[in-house]
């Protein structure tokens, strides 16, 4: 293991992982809050769409993923926000749009984008570059700016929107602002995990951390704890063998955190009341 540290691609998977467990807890907690999960597949579909357009045009796959994603999350949220379109009809056209986008991209694409597009769609986190550091990282700084500035403003519509509104906070700026957020921790975590797979990092840490606690900053706090050892533990295990794809490793190893919660949470729940009297 030692021997491995020392390698520099092992040390940029390593930071890599890190920053995707770190950001994609955060924002899931708003989008979990918002009974918003799919988001992230549907916006994962869309960045499909992006990689595939980077790919067609010769530009490099993850800033025009930034920039299909960033325009795909603000379409929805306006579909659904102004239109009588309701918030799971408008997942469903983000699903089959970002799909039907990607697939017919990649399929007047030059030959060979076919087998670089896998390691977007499952992850390939072991040939991430340091440029791939620089603009994750970079994009991880924006989404924590984002959650350090207006999280409180964020937890109120969270809760309740309405409440929001009466408290005159720009609700559907705050809206727009939540659904970027979520687009930009796609793109961050597509080399990671994949982009088929980016979505339960957003969801299954918080809902790992909501059977053991109670209140929302200690639900982010350790939704991201979760987050960052699924995703360091996930990477270890996938090197012990190259069989073991990373991003998969990292999903199945939340899943079990998930699952050794549910246990753990009856005690710590039954506990509380007797706290209390």
Same mark, same amino acid.
């Given at each position: 293991?030692? #021997?491995?540290?020392?390698?520099?691609?092992?040390?940029?998977?390593?930071?890599?992982?890190?920053?995707?467990?770190?950001?994609?807890?955060?924002?899931?907690?708003?989008?979990?809050?918002?009974?918003?999960?799919?988001?992230?597949?549907?916006?994962?579909?869309?960045?499909?769409?992006?990689?595939?357009?980077?790919?067609? /045009?010769?530009?490099?796959?993850?800033?025009?993923?930034?920039?299909?994603?960033?325009?795909?999350?603000?379409?929805?949220?306006?579909?659904?926000?102004?239109?009588? /379109?309701?918030?799971?009809?408008?997942?469903?056209?983000?699903?089959? =749009? =970002?799909?039907?986008?990607? %697939?017919?991209?990649?399929?007047?694409?030059?030959?060979?984008?076919?087998?670089?597009?896998?390691?977007?769609?499952?992850?390939?986190?072991?040939?991430? /570059?340091?440029?791939?550091?620089?603009?994750?990282?970079?994009?991880?700084?924006? %989404?924590?700016?984002?959650?350090?500035?207006?999280?409180?403003?964020?937890?109120?519509?969270?809760? #309740?929107?309405?409440?929001?509104?009466?408290?005159?906070?720009?609700?559907?700026?705050?809206?727009?602002?939540?659904?970027?957020?979520?687009?930009? /921790?796609?793109?961050?975590?597509?080399?990671?995990?994949?982009?088929?797979?980016?979505?339960?990092?957003?969801?299954?840490?918080?809902?790992?951390?909501?059977?053991?606690?109670?209140?929302?900053?200690?639900?982010?706090?350790?939704?991201?704890?979760?987050?960052?050892?699924?995703?360091?533990?996930?990477?270890?295990?996938?090197?012990?063998?190259?069989?073991?794809?990373?991003?998969?490793?990292?999903?199945?190893?939340?899943?079990?955190?998930?699952?050794?919660?549910?246990?753990?949470?009856?005690?710590?729940?039954? =506990?509380?009341?007797?706290?209390?009297?």
């Amino acid at each position: 293991m030692s #021997d491995l540290l020392q390698r520099e691609f092992f040390q940029l998977a390593l930071i890599a992982a890190l920053l995707v467990g770190l950001c994609a807890p955060a924002v899931g907690t708003f989008i979990v809050q918002r009974r918003l999960s799919l988001l992230g597949d549907g916006i994962g579909h869309v960045a499909l769409t992006g990689v595939a357009l980077g790919f067609l /045009t010769g530009t490099a796959p993850v800033l025009t993923a930034v920039v299909v994603s960033v325009l795909g999350a603000v379409a929805i949220e306006l579909v659904r926000a102004r239109g009588r /379109t309701s918030g799971d009809v408008a997942l469903a056209l983000l699903f089959y =749009g =970002g799909i039907a986008g990607g %697939v017919m991209l990649m399929g007047i694409a030059p030959g060979g984008s076919n087998a670089k597009l896998n390691s977007y769609l499952f992850g390939a986190i072991a040939s991430v /570059t340091r440029e791939d550091i620089w603009v994750i990282g970079g994009l991880a700084v924006a %989404v924590l700016a984002v959650v350090a500035i207006f999280g409180r403003e964020l937890f109120v519509l969270c809760q #309740d929107e309405e409440v929001a509104k009466a408290s005159g906070l720009p609700v559907r700026f705050l809206s727009l602002m939540i659904a970027v957020t979520a687009a930009l /921790t796609v793109v961050i975590a597509m080399r990671v995990v994949g982009l088929l797979l980016v979505s339960a990092l957003m969801v299954i840490p918080v809902a790992t951390s909501q059977q053991l606690t109670k209140g929302f900053k200690a639900t982010m706090g350790l939704a991201t704890l979760f987050g960052m050892v699924a995703a360091v533990g996930g990477l270890l295990l996938s090197s012990l063998s190259p069989k073991v794809p990373p991003g998969a490793s990292i999903v199945l190893l939340a899943l079990s955190g998930f699952v050794l919660a549910l246990g753990v949470g009856k005690f710590v729940r039954r =506990g509380r009341p007797q706290e209390s009297t």
